[in-house]
């Protein structure tokens, strides 16, 4: 039988506690990442963000026309004054075969082209960005951050960590949310297009002609896969949906319809 002498005892003891206390540390991530997210300093999560954005420009460029993006602004500008936050939203048109919107970090909202093109009204397409400002507005894409990174998020405060930075981005644009979150930003995005008074029913009819249309749409079937909540929406949202104004004259829904005429490799917000 082996025994270690009290001091060498005392230290495996203090070990072991350590070991454990690290392994809960890190084993909360995943439960405690919407406290830790509101705990990430909006620079970081901005920095992510803008990695994020540059590196579509790889294979995709920013939709510029000032007519339409005067007019997505415009809806950006609506729906962010009814909401009550302090998310900075930067809203970005990607121009790209595709069909795809997402939030990143920071209160960076990217919608593709091709959700302007398959939008039957500016409802649906207020219905898509209310859904994504939701997202920012319930701190989803850093929620998302953290439970990719963990506490290596806080790295990023170190200069000259932008590498870093892109690799995380990287990660956090191939992560999911999970059902409840996609849940709480189709019911947040009603809400905000209610308390915008613009009509509410658009985001849920989107998703559902979207899910119709199916495989006829490049990338539908894997952007409805990515916001799972349900094959059908409007039974998660009918109990919110209002009558309400339109997103926009059709003047404007025409200019946003052609955002696309010029575009441009730099990262380009609207407004
Ligand atoms: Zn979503």
Do not use: W
């Given at each position: 039988m082996h025994h270690l002498d009290p001091k060498k005892r005392r230290l495996a003891i203090i070990g072991t506690v350590l070991a454990v206390c690290l392994a809960a540390f890190f084993l909360a991530i995943p439960l405690m990442s919407g406290l830790?997210?509101?705990?990430?300093?909006?620079?970081?999560?901005?920095?992510?963000?803008?990695?994020?954005?540059?590196?579509?420009?790889?294979?995709?460029?920013?939709?510029t026309?000032?007519?339409?993006?005067?007019?997505?602004d415009g809806?950006?500008?609506?729906?962010?004054?009814?909401?009550?936050?302090?998310?900075?939203?930067?809203?970005?048109?990607?121009?790209?075969?595709?069909?795809?919107?997402?939030?990143?970090?920071?209160?960076?909202?990217?919608?593709?082209?091709?959700?302007i093109e398959n939008a039957a009204?500016?409802?649906?397409?207020?219905?898509?960005?209310?859904?994504?400002?939701?997202?920012?507005?319930?701190?989803?894409?850093?929620?998302?951050?953290?439970?990719?990174?963990?506490?290596?998020?806080?790295?990023?405060?170190?200069?000259?960590s932008g590498e870093l930075g892109g690799q995380i981005g990287q990660a956090v644009i191939e992560s999911?949310?999970?059902?409840?979150?996609?849940?709480?930003?189709?019911?947040?995005?009603v809400e905000l297009l209610n308390a915008a008074k613009i009509d509410s029913h658009g985001l849920a009819r989107f998703f559902d002609t979207?899910?119709?249309?199916?495989?006829?749409?490049?990338?539908?079937?894997?952007?409805?896969?990515?916001?799972?909540?349900?094959d059908h929406r409007q039974g998660a949202v009918k109990d919110l949906e209002r009558d309400g104004d339109?997103?926009?004259?059709?003047?404007q829904w025409q200019a946003l319809r052609n955002v696309c005429k010029s575009h441009s490799k730099t990262p380009t917000p609207v407004g």
């Open positions: 830790l997210a509101k705990l990430v300093p909006q620079s970081i999560a901005d920095k992510v963000g803008k990695q994020v954005i540059e590196s579509l420009a790889g294979n995709a460029e920013f939709c026309d000032p007519e339409g993006t005067k007019a997505l809806l950006v500008d609506k729906l962010a004054a009814a909401a009550d936050h302090d998310v900075p939203f930067r809203v970005y048109v990607v121009k790209d075969d595709v069909l795809n919107a997402f939030a990143a970090p920071g209160g960076h909202v990217v919608i593709y082209e091709e959700i009204d500016p409802q649906e397409l207020a219905g898509v960005l209310a859904h994504e400002m939701s997202h920012e507005l319930h701190d989803h894409p850093t929620k998302g951050l953290v439970k990719t990174v963990g506490y290596g998020v806080f790295s990023l405060l170190v200069p000259g999911k949310y999970s059902r409840d979150d996609e849940l709480e930003a189709d019911r947040g995005g979207m899910h119709d249309k199916g495989s006829d749409v490049p990338g539908a079937l894997e952007f409805l896969s990515s916001h799972p909540t349900g339109e997103a926009m004259t059709a003047a």
